[in-house]
């Protein structure tokens, strides 16, 4: 069941306008296309955003809420910050007043799923479908380096032989290095250490994942995802400092 419009907060000389949740997810996906109703919830059983309820129990936002979410998410994604400090940094604006901007987008109109229209569909990777002729234009690789990508285990499909945006951005990337001289062939060490990594971060995100509980299996979704992040930095940070000698720094 959907949430009701938004209201007016009583109490106040001029009040507050109050979101439902769907609303909220429509002025955070402009910004934030990954964002979902099951990550908003997250972050409030995390104890990260804490709306009003009703009487009826549905979740009701308001402009601070709005902000303190941009917080969130954009400390994630630009800083790859696990939730752990950003609830510390929280904790410090809330002692000292210094709270999270509290910029005030227009409103964007939201379907009932909360889904915003004209939103790209990929803005989950795991939600786009490319079939084999869409991959290749849309990635610049050809049918042979597809091919190989594919015996290499680079690229893989989901039945019954859909490509997914993970794929897309592995194509293109692959594309990309081409241009510098790297083969499919140079690439197998690249999934050799993804492998590893899996295996690694699988012990880690396992427990989680195989409880019942939906808060446990979101926290599962966030850890892992926290964990990618953090990886990527790793790996780009010990690239840099292996090529400074090769640069002359």
Known sequence: MSEPAASAAPGSARAQPLMSIGEVLAQLRVDFPDATLSKLRFLEAEGLVEPQRT??????????????????LTAQRDQYLPLRVIREQLAVGDA?????????????AVGPGGEVPGQPAEAESSQVRLDRAELVARSGVDEATLAELERLGVVVTDPPGWYDGDALIIAQAVAGLAAYGLEPRHLRGYRLAADREVGLFAQLVTPLARQSDPAARARAAETARELVALSQRLH??????????????
């Open 55 to 72: 009487a009826a129990g549905y979740r009701k936002y308001s402009w601070d809420d709005v902000a303190r979410l941009r917080f969130v």
């Open 96 to 108: 000292t007043g210094e709270q999270p901007g509290r910029s005030r987008p227009a409103l964007v």
């Open 236 to 249: 780009a940070a010990l690239v840099r400092v292996g090529l400074r000698s090769t640069l002359g720094r």
